[in-house]
């Protein structure tokens, strides 16, 4: 085992204050409240946690702050919030709130001048860049406005860019693998951590505990993040970390 500790982070995608989850960005189901969620994962091990105001940029408001302050005061590890963030000043507003770092996507392919903006003023470890990204017949495709709008983005070449331009960490979303459990778009993020010198969070397809040591082996993924395998009970942390340890994947240990 070597190089950095590899990161389990649980996403809790929220809408009108409670957490959800749905296959391919549809069909979502209630999964319960995210400050409880995000302690009881805090006290298992989770290594961050990320959570995503899913229909903010569509609806065009801005992610809470009281759930941001409430999740703050509950848990003692690093959190990333996302959603409806278009400017420096909803950037301000979450990091008061007591987020560690902010996920841009709509907002970072419409204006990608933010992602300087936010490394700039706060440094680049605060600015997370999420891409939600399809397999069409002419490649891989970026979306906006929670996977609802095509861009003319390129995956690979957009995920250059954002490392460029100053993102600390991208959160790759293969929006083909998301909620289906069949195991993270491996090919895709191999390629992008062989292109891209920060690190890649890999997200979409967490089904069972062999698809986290596959991202991380064939992936080569620096963090995994899933939802419904640990909203739903069917993996838990310590057991997935004691998993991954006894096959030669150095993650930090459980509380």
Request: with cysteine; hydrophobic share 40%; aromatic share 8%.
């Amino acid at each position: 085992m070597s190089g950095l500790a590899k990161r389990i982070i649980p996403c809790l995608d929220v809408k009108n204050g409670e957490t959800v989850k749905g296959t391919n960005f549809n069909n979502l189901k209630s999964a319960g409240d995210p400050v409880e969620l995000g302690k009881l994962y805090s006290e298992e091990g989770a290594d961050e946690l990320v959570f995503l105001d899913i229909t903010a940029s569509v609806e065009g408001r801005k992610t809470f702050a009281d759930m941001v302050s409430r999740v703050a005061a509950e848990i003692n590890i690093p959190f990333t919030v996302g959603g409806g963030i278009n400017e420096l000043a909803d950037v301000d507003i979450l990091l008061n709130a007591g987020a560690d770092k902010v996920s841009i996507n709509s907002a970072a392919l419409l204006h990608p001048e933010l992602i300087n903006e936010i490394s700039n003023h706060y440094g680049s470890q605060v600015c997370v860049c999420a891409i939600d990204a399809r397999y069409d017949t002419d490649g891989w495709h970026c979306y906006m406005k929670g996977g609802r709008e095509r861009s003319e983005r390129n995956l690979f070449e957009w995920a250059k860019e954002v490392a460029d331009r100053g993102a600390g960490e991208i959160l790759f979303t293969s929006m083909d693998h998301d909620g289906v459990k069949q195991g993270f778009a491996n090919e895709a993020l191999a390629i992008l951590a062989d292109t891209i010198n920060i690190p890649i969070i890999a997200s979409g397809g967490a089904g069972n505990m062999q698809h986290f040591k596959d991202v991380f082996t064939m992936g080569k993924a620096d963090a995994a993040l899933a939802a419904s395998v640990f909203h739903f009970g069917e993996i838990a942390i310590p057991t997935l970390k004691q998993y991954l340890t006894r096959e030669g994947i150095n993650v930090r240990p459980s509380y």
